[in-house]
């Protein structure tokens, strides 16, 4: 049994084994208080009272801000750091015994999930890896006795310097004990970027990138200091390098001569320009792709916004139909009022309104209808303004917006339908918003499916819906956009037209006495249109 002394000085927090002991051995498991920065415990008290320990170090911590633990003896190391664990402000551990430290100790302070920095005086390399990869840096203070060149230029001094080493200085040609040294270096370095080299031939070339790729180093640079006129090795350095960037990235930087550069120099004007070029374009293409991904994603979220606004409205609208339904109205009857009935003429039945188009009304009041077509993004509310030009640069909420509304044609009749009632929205290819998603009406693998050749359209009054019969592109043309027709045989000669333009023969049946719902977008190519026409059918939803 030991005691273990904790005292705080210089707002660090020390342990160490008290070798004087001022008690008897049977009082060596209670707490004895020394001084008001200095805590005796035995061993055997601190394994068996860990939680206890931990909560008295961790207010001690706290209270004199405490960033550091410094151990003097490694034997009660883990026994230490076990209690001192998970305290978030000692980030700081400093192990002062001049030995190896062990397995045990590294991997009470792997688990001890506070401590970042550890000093200690030598370690294994493979303890040393454990502790990089938990994030925790080392300081070794073990002296390394170097007897080559390349240690001295590069001040490895300790096995810690040679680990986190991320830039040397390489003199060649190589001693054997610089390259001896070297390669261990490399074996045991795991943050190398940058070799600067003094002077170097192709021989010189071959031998560094032998042992870079032995110990399979990628991404390293190797800066040569010395001005290069040898156009045989200039070359044999870009093959390389070329070779290099597709592999392990391991480049070598070149430092022109002022004689290869003139004679070199209208070429390598060449070679920049072509480089200044292509990164310009570059720049102005990835600008072009942030811009158009930017607008799309707030187009979307525009879109998103409104229709989450549009839900809120009728449900708050319905609720308020609700609450008036069920109080009914206040009527008082004196004997006065009461008169002999007579015989009134009922009323013509009005047509209602119905409460979704009530709501979105109060929104907006150029609503006139919903469309919805079936496995597309279209399911928006339809307006319709004074001519074809205003919405398309606004949104539902008459804001300036480039991705438009959905509307009608301000020639049609939203009450009483005309022959063709026309619908436009913008492409919106990108962002698949308005009639951005329509393009897939042109697949096989839609249209051939009976569900979606169904288009709801309903209006203010009633609820529609409508059958598809043609689909098609076509070179940009008012010859399809016509709302009226003032005999049977020019609307009959307009179906056929239309009919016929279709990619796909749907079989349903036209005459004059139907009518006609068409949408009309650009296509993906910008020039030709995208049109769909459908069919009003007999029945009519509720």
């Known amino acids: 049994m030991i005691k273990i002394l904790f005292q705080i000085k210089d707002n660090k927090l020390y ?140 001040n490895l001094e300790n096995f810690s310097s040679l680990y986190y080493k991320t830039s040397i200085k390489v003199n060649l040609p190589f001693s054997k004990e610089d390259e001896d040294d070297f390669l261990a270096f490399i074996n045991i370095n795991k943050y190398l970027k940058t070799i600067y080299v003094d002077k170097l031939n192709k021989n010189d070339v071959e031998k560094i990138l032998e042992i870079l790729y032995t110990y399979r180093l990628k991404k390293i640079k190797i800066y040569i200091e010395q001005n290069i006129n040898d156009i045989e090795l200039i070359e044999y350095l870009k093959k390389i390098n070329k070779k290099n960037a597709k592999i392990n990235g391991i480049q070598f930087k070149i430092d022109y001569s002022e004689e290869y550069l003139e004679d070199n120099l209208m070429g390598q004007i060449h070679i920049n320009t072509v480089k200044a070029c292509i990164f310009i374009a570059l720049f102005i293409v990835s600008s072009l792709v942030v811009y158009v991904f930017g607008s799309n994603y707030n187009s979307m979220q525009k879109v998103e916004d409104i229709q989450e606004d549009i839900q809120n409205a009728i449900i708050s609208y319905e609720e308020k139909i609700k609450e008036e339904e069920t109080i009914p109205p206040e009527v008082i009857v004196t004997p006065d009022d ?113 569900e979606n050749q169904i288009i709801e359209f309903n209006t203010l009054y009633e609820n529609h819906k409508w059958q598809i019969f043609s689909i098609y592109t076509v070179p940009s043309t008012n010859d399809y956009l016509i709302a009226n027709f003032s005999t049977d045989e020019k609307y009959q000669e307009f179906i056929n037209m239309i009919t016929k333009r279709s990619i796909y023969t749907f079989n349903t049946p036209v005459s004059v006495n139907d009518k006609i719902l068409t949408l009309s977008t650009c296509a993906s190519n910008g020039t030709k249109r995208l049109v769909i026409h459908a069919v009003l059918l007999d029945e009519k939803t509720d």
């Open 338 to 450: 009461v008169e002999e009935p007579e015989e009134i003429e009922p009323p013509k039945e009005e047509k209602k309104i119905t409460n979704d188009m009530a709501a979105l009304l109060e929104m907006n009041e150029d609503t006139v209808g919903w469309l919805k077509v079936n496995d597309t993004n279209v399911d928006y509310p339809v307006v319709q303004a004074e001519d074809n030009d205003y919405y398309l640069k606004k949104n539902f909420n008459k804001k300036n917006d480039a991705s438009g509304w959905i509307f009608m044609d301000y020639r049609a009749d939203a009450t009483d339908l005309s022959q063709n009632t026309i619908i436009f929205g913008h492409n919106m290819y990108y962002s698949g918003v308005m009639f951005g998603t329509l393009y897939k009406t042109k697949y096989p693998n839609w249209y051939t499916k009976e």
């Open 15 to 154: 342990a160490k084994i008290r070798y004087r002991l001022n008690t008897d051995q049977k009082s060596l498991i209670n707490t004895n208080v020394i001084s008001q920065n200095e805590l005796v415990f035995s061993d055997e008290y601190v394994a068996s009272n860990i939680q206890l320990i931990h909560n008295f170090l961790k207010e001690l911590v706290l209270s004199y801000n405490i960033d550091t633990l410094i151990i003097r003896e490694s034997s009660i190391a883990p026994l230490v750091i076990h209690v001192a664990s998970h305290i978030p402000s000692l980030t700081n551990l400093y192990l002062l015994e001049e030995s190896i430290v062990s397995y045990k100790i590294v991997e009470k302070i792997i688990k001890s999930n506070n401590i970042k920095y550890v000093s200690l005086y030598n370690i294994p390399s493979y303890l040393m890896e454990m502790l990089d990869e938990k994030g925790v840096k080392v300081a070794s203070r073990n002296e390394i006795l170097f007897m080559s060149n390349f240690m001295k230029y590069n």
